[in-house]
């Protein structure tokens, strides 16, 4: 198991995947009675079970302790201190594990999610659960392709962040997923740990209703950007204008001119995104060859199946997860989709 993966005090790391490995790669594998997990034996199986407190601080001042008005949080099970970020007030409101899957089943309803993954991080800050959802997404065609449903909920317990529930679709064929924020909307809902975080929580369970409205958007988005057939340069361009820094190249008689010599490592990964894009698993489907969809998905296939995530030199699917979900490549995905729409309304 990956440093980043949490143990509890019985030595158990905190990961549970049902019937086989997903589209993130992590977690041990179960194989429940009904192909699926309930959010019983999701908490059950991750060992989720811990709690969460607040640490009081205590400072000095002249040989005296005083209390700090400040807390940081500390994991019961294990006693460890999330010292990660910086302490916080009253005003933080703890969410524990078992809340957050309540919250999830809420937003789904009961025994309709289908729980894949749900496991923590590190010293037990960070917990993420993974759930499908009944419905999917068409891309009409030639070849109709199909685009599973997921919703993912991340919570932290350092303060660092919010609890977040982020719609993730994934391509069935090449386990791409398509994270991506267009409209001037994030593809994630937030719900801060304030005093009146639960009763949010508790009023949150219409999040399905604005997740098949995007299911829809996304449905339509999608298709129209796989009919939008796109040339060799355009491909060149859009992969510029996505991975490079605006004084590393100008776009000159619609070809990209370099002005400045690339790292070998930056040219490597244009090189691998580029042929992500036109070899990638499913990249020939004629919803995605040589479109806009596919420049998209091929992005997506590079951070899914070509890049490499290490910590040490070893392979670590949880910084690929963290990342791909919320961090540097799902902005990179997100700037990718921005590019796609942006040529298809200059056309």
């Known amino acids: 198991m990956a440093a980043e993966i949490h143990f509890n005090s019985k030595g158990e790391g905190c990961f549970t995947i049902v019937n086989k490995p ?7 594998v179960q194989f429940p009675k009904d192909k699926f997990m309930t959010s019983e034996e999701a908490i059950k199986g991750s060992h989720l079970d ?7 601080l205590f400072g000095e001042v002249d040989g005296n302790h005083i209390k700090i008005p400040k807390y940081y949080m500390y994991n019961e099970d294990t006693k460890d201190i999330f010292f990660n970020g910086s302490p916080v007030t009253d005003q ?4 524990q594990n078992v809340d957050a899957f309540s919250f999830f089943d809420s937003i789904v309803g009961e025994g309709k999610a289908i729980y894949e993954t749900a496991g923590a991080l590190k010293k037990g800050e960070i917990i993420f659960i993974v ?9 009409a065609g030639k070849e109709e392709e199909q ?3 997921y919703l993912v909920l991340t919570s932290r317990h350092d303060g660092c962040g919010a609890i977040k529930a982020i719609q993730t679709p994934i391509q069935v064929v090449c386990n791409n997923t398509l994270n991506a924020a267009f409209n001037g909307r994030s593809d994630y809902f937030t719900f801060n740990h304030s005093k009146d975080v639960h009763e949010k929580l508790k009023q949150a369970a219409n999040l399905m209703h604005f997740v098949d ?11 129209n950007l796989s009919k939008i057939k796109i040339e060799d340069r355009d ?4 992969i510029a204008k996505t991975f490079l820094l605006e004084d590393e190249f100008v776009i000159n008689e619609n070809k990209v001119i370099l002005t400045k010599d690339l790292s070998t490592r930056k040219q490597n990964i244009m090189d691998e995104v580029k042929d992500s894009i036109y070899y990638g698993v499913g990249q020939n489907l004629n919803t995605r060859a040589n479109t806009l969809y596919g420049f998209i998905s091929g992005v997506s296939y590079y951070f899914q199946n070509v890049k490499e995530y290490k910590s040490n ?12 979900m919320d961090g540097h490549e799902n902005r990179l995905l997100n700037l990718a989709t921005r590019n796609a729409l942006d040529f298809q309304l200059a056309m």
Do not use: C, M
């Open 131 to 139: 759930a499908k959802l009944p419905n999917y997404i068409r891309i």
């Open 22 to 28: 997903a589209w993130h790669e992590i977690g041990t």
């Open 147 to 149: 685009i599973d449903n």
């Open 50 to 56: 811990y709690k969460v407190s607040k640490a009081k």
């Open 92 to 95: 933080y409101t703890i969410v």
């Open 313 to 324: 030199g070893i392979a670590n699917p949880q910084k690929k997860f963290i990342n791909v």
């Open 213 to 223: 409205i995007r299911t829809k958007e996304l449905e339509h988005v999608y298709t």
């Open 235 to 238: 491909i060149i361009k859009l």
